[in-house]
């Protein structure tokens, strides 16, 4: 398997490092291990330059496990490379050495990397003095130390010439028995064995073929000839090759598996019976195969460590399993043995007998194993069946068997100061302590076995999620920017900065969406995404409001106050006359629809990116679950409608004289004055009833009015006067056709209420109430200039929005200039179209004053040219360049497969059903320690999957911190119980 570059190789790899590589900066330097380090590269489109000393040198798109403290050497490339740009890439000569240079001139830095033998990596100044090494070493051949403070000797490298006749002929003389054709040639020209092997099979010679000086002196042309191929070959090759090989050979042990064996730019001929895949380069083609290399010695590992896990699992199933046989192996031989003493009772009495006769009678021990010996030999039973006497332990040994069956006798231990009764119980007894023993034993073992098995289950599970190199995942479009995906499904994004601000409004504006923003500092410019051309909802408006709030300087400072929202068409790059448009900043015209004030409560929770068939599955799910919910509502409309019809037609008016009365009864949810708050903040809701019947269909039929057509939802005042029934029955006698119409009844009341109130006084009780109210239109000779002219800075300052700041400016048009933009789209005479520029200025300088039943008219500002790229996310068939959306789930399931996780700050109404959420409002936590606090609390739930652990584990501090907008304090369930896992 070939696990090292050739100088081909290099040649090649540098040739496209040179295009993709040279002119980035330098962002930071990572140690992988005592070998292995990753420069990472690029501002906005990040490159990582995989390094291993002695081996190779590319591009990688796959994330590699890094150390959690850098090295010395890291560090030292840190302070000397970051920042810098990569101005060269060179191979030095033939040779397997690298120079990387960053920086110009006197401020240049060079890394050269050595990709032979054990390979070392040497950070040199522009004068190419070692300033830091990887591996100080000595050449003796050379006599010169690579070592810090010594200059790197460049001039060793070996340098590419072309083959010479006369020096093949002289070379032949040092040819060593039993060497390859390919290998004397490379040693001679070192192109790379490959390439060597591959110009000799176009000229017909078997590189593989074991040569002598005989077989050199005949073939001389030949391989001169094929020198000559390989020389141009090394020269032009690396300049045109556009794509990379792997090869693979197949592998028969007890499954047939394909391995992959080498890696080449170029189809040898030398690898042509092997498996091929192409690759689109050849830097890909070599990061596939060393990260599949890489792959299968973390795989063989994990097996390793999975086997020992469970060598030690079945070592105490063993355990266990042994002492359980012991244990009932005593039950069975105690057994036995008493029984035997029960059989041979007459037997082992006289022997105990005998015995305690002889110690009564003083005799030493060998008089009494003399007796015993008599006994035997005068063929006595009870002598026969002594085998031997212990009297320090006052035991005896007897050999006892059944005498109704002819078997094998049995060794019995016997008490001298014990019966033969007392000897069997003694067994007896054994035989139950025994069995006491194995159940206890028993019920131990399988506790322990379960929670052996729980342990060993956890750590093969940790063990296969530690043991993965993941590939580096493309970052979604919206990242980049400020976004969250709101409760209804809308993506919602914002920018950082103005430049962002300045993207956003010409290149993802659509013509369907809504521009959001706030009056204050910091505010940014925040865009919801319309799937389509129907209005958005109220719910969503509200969430990016917050947002917008929440992203501004309103968080640390924990301002209350209002965002509001227009059209696309409302918002232009197009400056008043005599003013200008700074980045960021942008002309709001028409009327701004202000939304309600919004408290600075975010969430925090993790997206989980699913494959495809989860996505397909959870839409056939989601289908039946549907159906079923529009069967359900179709049915209890019809009633409702059946309910309704019965109404009307038996008691005409009555219905309604009871709903209000039971309105009446009911306490009032809401608060006062709710009319004018919606007329106020343009929002369309569901109009509120008691009766739950008909909420459904009200809120489905009156939900897609609420861009542009904004109504007035009735609320119920707590003290509102109690009905007149005499005038309810006058009102019930009148025909249908002639009811008030809805808001009619509540507007009629507060005008009773208001009569004797002058306009002067209702000035007054607004401006100490600190709201500005609506201001009547006074007629032309009532007003004061002064009054006209602070009226017309009011309402013009309001329209344009500087981008990041939230300053204001004022744009002033005056008539003649108004004039001059109606020439260009109206015709008739002059007098016309001064009618109609006054009638056009009434309109957008005028804000609406009064409230009527019907709803307002829209004001529709002048067009606006179209920004939107083409094909970009603001323009047509949006519902197609969204699907996306499905694949990113909040809650996933364990059947679902998750390819990654995403971060995911959004206002905390959106978190509502989510798995894993926290709350974030203004504190003083930092967003660092915030973050890792609440991925913590993720961690430790005990319902959490494997692939969900696997997610927390790989998500990264800046992702996470990314959206925040400043320190925090976090509310979660469990947040404090640290260490305290059940």
Known sequence: MKTKFSSFDIACIVNELQKSVVGLRVVNVYDINNKCYIIKLGQEKKTLLYIESGSRLHTTAFEWPKQMMPSAFSAKCRRVMRNKRVTSITQMGCDRVVDLQFGAEEFSSHLMVELYDRGNVCLCDSNHVITAILRTRQDAKEDVRYAVGHFYPRELCQTLSEPNLETLKESIGTIKPNTQLKRFLNYQNPFSIP???????????NPDQKISEEYMNSNIDTVYAALQDAYTDFISLPTTITTGFIFSKTVTSKTTASLMDEFHPVKFRCVEKLEVTEYPSYNDAVDTFFYEQET??????SVQQEKSVLKKLETIKLDHESRIKNLREVQEVSSQKAYLIEVNLEVVEEAITIVQNLIANRLSWEEIDELVEEGRENDHAAALAIDKISLDKNRMAMLLRDPYEMGESIMVDIDLDMGAYANAKRYYDAVKQSSLKEQKTAQSSSIALKNAEKKTEAT????????????ARKAMWFEKFLWFISSEGYMVIGGRDAQQNEILVKKYLGKH????????????????????????????MMEAGCFALCQSSAWNSKIVTSAYWVHASQVSKTAPTGEYLTTGSFMIRGKKNFLPPAQHILGFSVLFKVDEESVERRKEEKKPEETSNIDITDEKEKEEEEEEEEEVGEGGSDGDVSDEENQDEEPSKTPAGMDELFDKYNLQISALSTNQDNNSSTQQSERTDFVGTPLKARYKKKDAPKFDHAKKQQEAQQPQNNRPKRGQKSKKKRIEKYADQSDDEREAMMALLGSAGTKKQKDKGGKSSNSKQKYKAKSTAKNVVSGFTGEVEKPKLNEAERVEQALGKATGTVEEIKEEAKEEAKQVETPPTTFSNKAP?????????????????????????????????????????????????APYTVMSGCKYKAKLTPGTTKKGKACKTILDTFSRDKNNLPQERNVFKSLKDVDMTVNIPGKVKISAPNLHGHGKRK
């Open 195 to 205: 390439l060597i092997g591959h110009v000799l099979h176009k000229h017909g010679l």
């Open 296 to 301: 299968q010695k973390i795989e063989s590992k």
């Open 460 to 471: 093969i599970k940790d063990i296969n999620i530690v043991a993965s190199i993941k590939k």
């Open 513 to 540: 969406d809504v521009y959001v923003h706030a009056d204050i500092h910091g505010a940014t410019s925040i865009i919801v995404k319309n799937k389509g051309s129907d209005p958005l909802p109220p719910k969503t």
């Open 857 to 905: 008219v829209e004001l529709k500002p002048p067009p606006q040219e179209d920004d939107q790229d083409e094909g970009g996310p603001g323009s047509d068939n949006e519902e197609e360049k969204y699907d996306f959306l499905d694949s990113l789930v909040l809650n996933p399931t364990p059947a679902d497969t998750i390819l990654f996780g995403v971060p995911f700050v």
